[in-house]
């Protein structure tokens, strides 16, 4: 009686090899959650230098702020009201704290698309893989069916059957994830894009607080989907 072949050791080097590239994969997608998260810090400090850039006048009309300004009647203090509650030198590093946001949010932007690029090369990879041992797994049962039946060992054959599909199995569903995850950041990057192009001085403190609000929300980012991300991975 001839013996029931094992899973070639070549199935199972990209078996591994599989599993290898969903780590790698999920590795990126740590690196994406990351810069998600400096970016933000960029967004806000963008904001607060904004906001403070066009503060309002001093309300000099009020009884205490009259009492603070009679008390304290500096020559600093008379060219910070005239100047409408701000001084040159401020408003110039208020610009340049502008000025350097608004160049490493673009900068993280560009950081993101690459890793994007890099993760899609991964999705890729591991379609063309799982693909190749699919149909190297269905021959092999293939062959291994036409053996046992020589034998007639139909028992043997279910068994060998079933090992092949439940790989493909699992294989498919690393990929499915690996696609969903991917698209979900994708269209994140595309949201944040937007936002960076969309900043200038002329942004009201309306739209600077929805875009940091959107940015922390992360609408199509599903948080469940991403758990199981994680819980898939080896």
Not at 55 to 62: A, G, K, N
Request: overall charge negative; glycine content about 6%.
């Amino acid at each position: 009686m001839l013996d029931t072949p094992a899973m070639p050791a070549g199935e199972r080097e990209k078996e591994t090899g599989r599993d290898r590239i969903f780590t790698e994969f999920m590795a990126g997608v740590a690196r994406f959650e990351e810069l998600v998260d400096g970016g933000k810090r960029l967004l806000a400090r963008f904001r607060q230098q904004l906001e403070y850039f066009r503060r309002p006048r001093v309300p000099s009309e009020s009884d205490v702020m009259g009492e603070i300004v009679r008390s304290n009647c500096t020559d600093r203090m008379k060219s910070y009201l005239e100047s409408g509650g701000s001084l040159h030198c401020q408003n110039i590093s208020n610009l340049n704290q502008l000025h350097s946001c608004e160049g490493e949010l673009k900068g993280y932007i560009n950081k993101v698309n690459a890793l994007l690029k890099e993760l899609q090369c991964l999705v890729e990879d591991a379609y063309d893989a799982t693909l190749t041992a699919n149909l190297s797994a269905i021959r092999f049962g293939d062959d291994s069916s036409a053996d046992n039946k020589m034998n007639n060992q139909s028992h043997f054959r279910e068994e060998e059957e079933e090992q092949p599909a439940d790989q493909l199995d699992r294989d498919s569903s690393l990929v499915t994830v690996m696609i969903l995850v991917h698209n979900m950041l994708k269209l994140d990057y595309t949201m944040q894009e937007k936002i960076v192009k969309s900043l200038s001085l002329k942004s009201s403190s309306a739209e600077l607080e929805s875009y940091c609000l959107m940015w922390d929300l992360r609408p199509y980012v599903d948080g469940d989907v991403m758990d199981l991300a994680w819980k898939t991975c080896p």
